[in-house]
């Protein structure tokens, strides 16, 4: 077996290509052209004496090796960006670049209040931004394609380090004149699921509202599912039923006119926690921490700090 034609280009090429299941868009993000990554990754196969991916027509499967050989691919990367990251942070902490994963949920709602400050305080961070659902996040965490997530407990610790940062809760939103907007004293008790707009399947905060009404009423219609809170206002707005929507999404104007009030909860509101997830021993662990200390500094006066 020949190692000494490994570099560590062909190490990315390998894993681009198991984590994008195809050679064409594995050279768009490497920024080759797909005949010079094909033949690099052939070679590579002919220095370790064995192949890596099983290609066809309609399809590219990784064989059993090749599983194990992309495994050990990622870690020696990891292993160098460690490097890279801690001559970096030996002069200044966050500098290069931080690929950070937000649930759908929240990123819109909570980036306008820190993005200005993080450009100020760390001047040479180059912060990448990926918005998506939480199991698709810590997935791409999980592979290296990145660096942290924000996302909202339960989450299987795994390899992650979790460190839970503020808890943001919840208010109702219920269509003008509704019943639920004239109670005096708003409880979750008085919530029933098949009122409740919600949104599609993958949504954390889904779940988190379920959860919320009582046990014995958690029968859905499930004529209504929304893709957004914005999609779940708008639906309130009809007037076909109420939702929760967390703190940082209730609009200091209302973008609807009077069509949808928000209202608190009266005793201790429902909530949902927001932690900040990395790789444990990742390279970028330290600065996952870094920025965990900052958003926690830096709170809107919306939410609260989380216990650590």
Known sequence: MDVS????????????????????????RCGVSQPALSSQIQKLEASLDTIIFERSARDIRITPYGETIIEHARRVLDEVRLLATAAVRVSSPLSGQFRLGIIATLAAYLLPH??????????????????????????KLHSGVLDAVLASPPISAGNFQIEHLFVEPFFLAVPAGHQLGREPELTARMLRAREMILLEDGHCLRDQALAVCPSQDRSLRDRFRATSLETLRHMVATGIGYTLIPALAVPSTAPLGALVEYRRFSEEPPSRTISMVSRRGSAAAEDAHELSAFIRGNLPSAVSAAGL
């Open 5 to 28: 034609n490994i570099t560590l280009r062909n190490l990315e090429y390998i894993v681009a290509v198991a984590e994008e299941r195809h050679f064409g868009r594995a050279a768009k």
């Open 114 to 139: 820190l993005l200005a400050r993080i450009r100020q305080v760390f001047p040479r961070l180059e912060l990448v931004l990926i918005e998506g659902l939480t199991d698709q996040l810590l997935e």
